[in-house]
């Protein structure tokens, strides 16, 4: 539960940005939105450290390739509100729709995501931004 005026107000400020986003959504065109910045966001549960441990080994390379960034990688976050039972939590981005599935799609990337599905299970969001890149 939220106590405290700050807490109050970063759930206010979430719920305006969400609200925003579907708006922007609805307003821009497809070409737009496919160069809009796109957010990664995996939520990962370990179930073999040696298999994620060779994933994590050959991603960075990969990732630069096709411009993501590598924004926020956390094994110890903290929970602000419900329950979150996972390992560790990767924030990633990339300048567009388009650079994103060139990179989930690459056969650089698809070799080593087998690792990462052996090693934890994931749920992976893709998050629109909310300006254009660029």
Do not use: H
Request: proline residues 1%.
């Amino acid at each position: 539960m939220l106590k405290t005026g700050r807490n109050r107000g970063l759930l206010r400020a979430w719920t305006e940005a969400a609200t925003c986003c579907g708006l922007a959504r609805a307003c821009l065109g497809v070409a737009e939105a496919q160069m809009m910045t796109v957010f990664v966001l995996a939520q990962l549960s370990f179930k073999d450290l040696a298999a994620y441990n060779r994933y994590q080994a050959r991603f960075m390379p990969i990732l630069k390739e096709f411009g993501g960034r590598l924004l926020a990688a956390d094994e110890r976050p903290e929970t602000v509100e419900g329950i979150w039972e996972g390992d560790k939590v990767v924030l990633i981005s990339f300048k567009s729709r388009n650079d994103f599935a060139a990179w989930s799609g690459s056969a650089a990337y698809r070799e080593i995501v087998k690792d990462r599905r052996a090693g934890a299970d994931a749920t992976i969001l893709l998050i629109e931004g909310f300006e254009k890149s660029g």
